[in-house]
C-alpha cells in the first residue's frame, strides 16, 4: 500500500457584505422588520475591515491561532494585514460577484454593465485571471433594476444598498432551482474554485496531472427529482482547468471535510488515483446567522465571509509533506452514543490508544474551531474550548496528565476557535494550511483534525457523526 | 427537586446531548415533554 501524504494546501475567504443579506436567518427576519435590515445594513463591516480581522489572517494561516492577540479581535488594527497572504487570499465582493459570473454556464446571475465593467477590469488584474472565464463577465450586463424585477429574482448588492444585478432561478416550478438556491450553489462553486485556483497556482500544480477531486463543502446542488443529486466537485475540476478529472461529492453535514480527506487518502493508498483534490466552498445560508446577537452587543455583522479550501492528496514521495495515517482513522460508531464525551472518546482516545501513541503524543489537535467571537453574543458559547476541555477531561482520566494540568493541556496542544462560522470550514479543515506548515517545517510531529456533523438536522435519525485522522511529520 | 413539573429538555451537540439531559430530570421526578439535541453553530 502507498503511504499517501498531503502535498499542499490553499485557504480563501470572499467577503461578502452585501450577500449577507441572503443568509438564512438574515433572509427570514430583515423582510418583516424594515428597522432591523436598516441596523442590519447599518452595521456590514468594510473590505479593510474584514482583511484586518485578525482571525481572517489566521484563517489565511498567516498567523497561528494560538499567536492571535487578545481579544476583542474586532476592534484590531490589523497592522500589516493584506489581503493575498499566506496560504490563499481574501477576496472582496465586487471581485467575487465577477467570480460568480466567470464560472456561471447558464446566465443565472446578471450584473449591470458598469459592475460587470469594472468587476472585470479588476479580476483581469488578478493572480488567477487566466484560469478563469472572463469572456463570461463581458457578457453579463445588464439592467440591474430590470434583471432584479424578474419573476423569481433575487436582487444583489454591493455592500449595504448598491443593487449590482440580480440571481434568476432556472424553473419556475423547481425549488431545487430557485434563484436562492442557485445563489448558495454558485457561491459554493466560485468559492471552491477560488480555492483550487489557489492550490494550482501557488504550488505549481498541472492540473491535468490530477485525476480526482472530492467535493465536501455544504450545498447539495441538484433538480426537484434529486435534490442531493451532486456533483459540484467535477464542476469545480472543470472550471479550474482540469480536463483529466472526474470527482463527486462527500455529503455528511459539517464532517464531510475529514471523511473527504479520508477517502481521498485510500483512493491514492490503494492505487486507484495518484492525484486527488479534495475542495469545499462557502456557504451562503451560514452568513448573518448570528447577527442579532451581534447587533445586541454593538458588534458589526461578523458572518460576512465565505470559506474555501483545497488541498492535494498524492502517493508519499517529496520526503517532506504530512502523511495521512490511515491506520489512525476513528469512526464515530452508531452505536457509541450521542454525548460529547462519546463522541470526543471514539473519535480522540480510541484511535491514539490503538496506535499506542497516547494523548501527549499529539501536538495539535484541531477540532471544531468557530470563532468564539461570533459565537459568544448569540448565547452559543466558546465551542472549541469546550471541546478541548472534553479532550482534557479524558487525558486526566487516562493518568496521561493531573488535573491541574488541564489548562496548560488546552493552552498548549488546543488553541482558540478562529474560523467563520461555515460549519464544514470550521471542522477542522480551516487548520489544514497551519497543519501542514507545521509538519513540514518539523514545529509539530502529529496533528489529529477531529470533525463533526449533526445528522439530527436532516430530521432522518437522531445521531450526529464524526471521524478523525492524524497527520504526522514525514519520515 | 422537578416532581410535578414539566420539563422542556434542548441539549447541544458541543455540550450536553438531549438523551442526558432527560435522565437527569427524569432521575430528579420531572416529566420530560419535549427533549431535543441540536446544533447551535
Same mark, same amino acid.
Given at each position: 500500500?502507498?503511504?499517501?501524504?498531503i502535498s499542499a494546501t490553499s485557504a480563501v475567504l470572499a467577503h461578502v457584505? %452585501?450577500?449577507?443579506?441572503?443568509?438564512? =436567518?438574515?433572509?427570514?427576519?430583515?423582510?418583516?422588520?424594515?428597522?432591523?435590515?436598516?441596523?442590519?445594513?447599518?452595521?456590514?463591516?468594510?473590505? &479593510?475591515?474584514a482583511v484586518?480581522?485578525?482571525?481572517h489572517q489566521a484563517y489565511l494561516g498567516v498567523?497561528?491561532?494560538?499567536?492571535?492577540?487578545?481579544?476583542?479581535?474586532?476592534?484590531?488594527? %490589523?497592522? @500589516?494585514?493584506e489581503r493575498f497572504a499566506g496560504a490563499g487570499e481574501l477576496m472582496p465582493?465586487?471581485e467575487f460577484?465577477g467570480l460568480m459570473?466567470a464560472v456561471?454556464?447558464?446566465?443565472?446571475?446578471?450584473?449591470?454593465?458598469?459592475?460587470?465593467?469594472?468587476?472585470?477590469?479588476a479580476l483581469a488584474r488578478h493572480p488567477l485571471a487566466e484560469r478563469f472565464d472572463l469572456?463570461?463577465?463581458?457578457?453579463?450586463?445588464?439592467?440591474?433594476?430590470?434583471?432584479?424585477?424578474?419573476?423569481?429574482?433575487?436582487?444583489? /448588492?454591493?455592500?449595504?444598498?448598491?443593487?449590482?444585478?440580480?440571481?434568476?432561478?432556472?424553473?419556475?416550478?423547481?425549488?431545487?432551482?430557485?434563484?436562492?438556491?442557485?445563489?448558495?450553489?454558485?457561491a459554493t462553486k466560485a468559492s471552491a474554485a477560488l480555492a483550487l485556483g489557489r492550490l494550482l497556482e501557488d504550488h505549481q500544480i498541472d492540473p491535468?496531472s490530477i485525476?480526482?477531486v472530492l467535493g465536501a463543502g455544504?450545498?447539495?446542488? %441538484?433538480?426537484?427529482?434529486?435534490?442531493?443529486?451532486?456533483?459540484l466537485a467535477?464542476a469545480v475540476a472543470a472550471v479550474a482547468g482540469l480536463?483529466?478529472a472526474?470527482?463527486?461529492?462527500?455529503?455528511?453535514?459539517?464532517?464531510?471535510p475529514?471523511?473527504?480527506?479520508?477517502?481521498?487518502?485510500?483512493?491514492?493508498?490503494?492505487?486507484?488515483?495518484?492525484r486527488v483534490a479534495v475542495v469545499a466552498g462557502g456557504?451562503?445560508?451560514?452568513?448573518?446567522?448570528?447577527?442579532?446577537?451581534?447587533? =445586541?452587543?454593538?458588534?458589526?455583522?461578523?458572518?460576512?465571509v465565505l470559506g474555501g479550501a483545497a488541498m492535494l492528496v498524492e502517493?508519499?514521495?517529496?520526503?517532506?509533506s504530512?502523511?495521512?495515517?490511515?491506520?489512525?482513522?476513528?469512526?464515530?460508531?452508531?452505536?457509541? @452514543?450521542?454525548?460529547?464525551?462519546?463522541?470526543?472518546?471514539?473519535?480522540?482516545? &480510541?484511535?491514539?490508544?490503538?496506535?499506542?501513541? @497516547?494523548?501527549?503524543?499529539?501536538?495539535? /489537535?484541531?477540532?471544531?474551531?468557530?470563532?468564539?467571537?461570533?459565537?459568544?453574543?448569540?448565547?452559543?458559547?466558546?465551542?472549541?474550548?469546550?471541546?478541548?476541555?472534553?479532550?482534557?477531561?479524558?487525558?486526566?482520566?487516562?493518568?496521561?496528565?493531573?488535573?491541574?494540568?488541564?489548562?496548560?493541556?488546552?493552552?498548549?496542544?488546543?488553541?482558540?476557535?478562529?474560523a467563520p462560522?461555515q460549519?464544514?470550514i470550521?471542522?477542522?479543515l480551516c487548520y489544514l494550511p497551519h497543519a501542514h506548515a507545521?509538519?513540514t517545517?518539523?514545529?509539530?510531529?502529529?496533528?489529529?483534525?477531529?470533525? =463533526?456533523?449533526?445528522?439530527?438536522? %436532516?430530521?432522518?435519525?437522531?445521531?450526529?457523526?464524526?471521524?478523525?485522522?492524524?497527520?504526522?511529520?514525514?519520515? | 427537586?422537578?416532581?410535578? #413539573?414539566?420539563?422542556?429538555?434542548?441539549?447541544?451537540?458541543?455540550?450536553?446531548?438531549?438523551?442526558?439531559?432527560? #435522565?437527569?430530570?427524569?432521575?430528579?421526578?420531572?416529566?420530560?415533554?419535549?427533549?431535543?439535541?441540536?446544533?447551535?453553530?
Amino acid at each position: 500500500m502507498t503511504d499517501p501524504v498531503i502535498s499542499a494546501t490553499s485557504a480563501v475567504l470572499a467577503h461578502v457584505p %452585501g450577500l449577507a443579506r441572503h443568509g438564512s =436567518k438574515p433572509g427570514r427576519e430583515l423582510p418583516r422588520d424594515p428597522e432591523l435590515e436598516q441596523r442590519f445594513l447599518g452595521a456590514l463591516r468594510t473590505f &479593510e475591515q474584514a482583511v484586518a480581522y485578525p482571525p481572517h489572517q489566521a484563517y489565511l494561516g498567516v498567523t497561528h491561532p494560538r499567536e492571535l492577540p487578545e481579544r476583542p479581535w474586532v476592534s484590531a488594527a %490589523g497592522d @500589516g494585514a493584506e489581503r493575498f497572504a499566506g496560504a490563499g487570499e481574501l477576496m472582496p465582493e465586487e471581485e467575487f460577484l465577477g467570480l460568480m459570473a466567470a464560472v456561471d454556464e447558464f446566465d443565472l446571475i446578471a450584473l449591470d454593465a458598469a459592475h460587470a465593467e469594472a468587476a472585470g477590469v479588476a479580476l483581469a488584474r488578478h493572480p488567477l485571471a487566466e484560469r478563469f472565464d472572463l469572456e463570461r463577465l463581458a457578457e453579463a450586463g445588464v439592467d440591474a433594476e430590470e434583471a432584479a424585477a424578474e419573476s423569481g429574482a433575487l436582487p444583489l /448588492y454591493l455592500g449595504a444598498d448598491r443593487l449590482v444585478g440580480a440571481m434568476r432561478g432556472a424553473h419556475e416550478a423547481d425549488e431545487a432551482l430557485a434563484a436562492r438556491v442557485l445563489l448558495e450553489n454558485l457561491a459554493t462553486k466560485a468559492s471552491a474554485a477560488l480555492a483550487l485556483g489557489r492550490l494550482l497556482e501557488d504550488h505549481q500544480i498541472d492540473p491535468q496531472s490530477i485525476d480526482y477531486v472530492l467535493g465536501a463543502g455544504e450545498e447539495a446542488i %441538484g433538480d426537484r427529482y434529486q435534490r442531493g443529486g451532486g456533483n459540484l466537485a467535477k464542476a469545480v475540476a472543470a472550471v479550474a482547468g482540469l480536463t483529466e478529472a472526474s470527482g463527486a461529492d462527500v455529503k455528511n453535514f459539517c464532517a464531510a471535510p475529514i471523511p473527504a480527506l479520508v477517502m481521498a487518502g485510500s483512493l491514492v493508498a490503494s492505487g486507484v488515483f495518484e492525484r486527488v483534490a479534495v475542495v469545499a466552498g462557502g456557504s451562503v445560508p451560514k452568513l448573518g446567522m448570528k447577527f442579532e446577537g451581534h447587533l =445586541k452587543n454593538d458588534l458589526p455583522v461578523l458572518e460576512d465571509v465565505l470559506g474555501g479550501a483545497a488541498m492535494l492528496v498524492e502517493a508519499a514521495g517529496d520526503g517532506r509533506s504530512p502523511r495521512i495515517r490511515l491506520d489512525s482513522v476513528a469512526r464515530h460508531r452508531v452505536a457509541a @452514543g450521542s454525548s460529547n464525551q462519546r463522541i470526543i472518546e471514539a473519535l480522540v482516545v &480510541e484511535p491514539l490508544e490503538r496506535l499506542g501513541v @497516547g494523548m501527549l503524543g499529539v501536538d495539535d /489537535y484541531a477540532t471544531e474551531l468557530h470563532n468564539p467571537e461570533i459565537t459568544e453574543p448569540q448565547g452559543s458559547g466558546d465551542v472549541p474550548k469546550r471541546n478541548y476541555k472534553t479532550i482534557a477531561a479524558l487525558a486526566v482520566r487516562n493518568g496521561e496528565i493531573a488535573r491541574e494540568d488541564i489548562d496548560e493541556f488546552v493552552r498548549r496542544r488546543g488553541m482558540p476557535g478562529f474560523a467563520p462560522t461555515q460549519g464544514h470550514i470550521a471542522s477542522a479543515l480551516c487548520y489544514l494550511p497551519h497543519a501542514h506548515a507545521r509538519l513540514t517545517s518539523g514545529e509539530a510531529r502529529r496533528v489529529q483534525l477531529i470533525a =463533526k456533523g449533526s445528522l439530527f438536522l %436532516g430530521r432522518m435519525s437522531e445521531l450526529s457523526d464524526g471521524m478523525s485522522v492524524l497527520l504526522e511529520q514525514s519520515d | 427537586m422537578f416532581e410535578g #413539573k414539566q420539563v422542556v429538555a434542548l441539549g447541544e451537540r458541543d455540550g450536553i446531548a438531549g438523551p442526558a439531559i432527560v #435522565k437527569c430530570i427524569e432521575s430528579a421526578g420531572g416529566d420530560v415533554v419535549f427533549s431535543s439535541t441540536e446544533c447551535f453553530v
